[in-house]
């Protein structure tokens, strides 16, 4: 009876390092879209969310990268028909959609927040994806924190 119970384990494990292999082969045959959209990313960091501390309306274009990486991330789930986690697809909704209007000023962190927050957790999916694209060959049963929450935002864990 232990003997199954481990075949299983043994079986599941193999299972679940199987499609992670899917999604890292997916992510490296993605890389020059990772890396081209972090690159913008990166280049927006800075002056956008400064953009926010004083409270100008540039804030406000960091919806278009962030819905371009979510689109990226969206292709890459695919592969191994995986959605996005509900989590990270509901702070998407929220940092995104949102036109400039006067009275956003009123209660600007109100407006603004979630389109920082948005961008902020599709950065740092993007720059997890470049890294273990680049810097792994092939999935393990250990998780790296970056790595795990990559297979998180998939639903793979």
Known sequence: MASNVAN????????????????LEAIKAHLPELESLLFVFRSD??????????????????QESTEKAAALLRRIGAVTDSELCHWFEELV?????????????ERWPLHTGPIVEAFLHAKYFLEMMVKYGNETDSAQSVLPSGWAAILCLYNQR
């Open 45 to 62: 960091y800075e002056d956008r969310i400064y953009r926010f501390y004083y409270q100008s309306f540039k804030v406000y274009s960091l």
């Open 8 to 23: 299983q384990r043994s079986d599941h494990l193999q299972k679940e390092l199987q499609k992670d292999q899917m999604l």
């Open 93 to 105: 909704a929220e940092g995104t959609g949102s036109e400039f209007e006067i009275d956003h000023n």
